[in-house]
Nanobody, 121 residues
């Protein structure tokens, strides 16, 4: 599975951005999809995930209520709508395909390239 992320950019605090990730593999529908992020000097962390049926979504506590994940299986895309952005949301965001864990995160099998999100104060 090849994943291509897009939609990053620079936004002021309180603003919104929408990230999108396109998959190139027909087995796209077999995987849960999600997003991770990595800020400078920090470890990569889980942000959000959605099952292929879209019946289960998961969010980290830091983005819950502000971010919304969705997927379009027909178009083989997954999106992350990010609202009420904060400077601490600044990071490189990575999309991933894998399986949902019992803990409610995503165990990634495939990674996309990152897209930079910068939130200015």
């Amino acid at each position: 599975v090849q994943l291509q992320a897009s939609g990053g950019g620079l936004v002021q605090a309180g603003g919104s951005l929408r990230l999108s990730c396109a998959a190139s593999e027909r087995t796209f529908n077999s995987y849960a999809l999600g997003w991770f992020r990595q800020a400078p000097g920090k470890e990569r962390e889980f942000v959000s995930a959605v099952t292929w049926r879209q019946d289960i979504t998961r969010y980290s506590d830091s983005v819950k209520g502000r971010f919304t994940i969705s997927r379009d299986n027909a178009k083989k895309t997954v999106a992350l709508q990010m609202n009420s952005l904060k400077p601490e949301d600044t990071a490189v965001y990575y999309c991933a395909a894998g399986s949902l864990t019992v803990a409610g995160t995503l165990h990634p099998r495939y990674w996309g390239q990152g897209t930079q999100v910068t939130v200015s104060s």
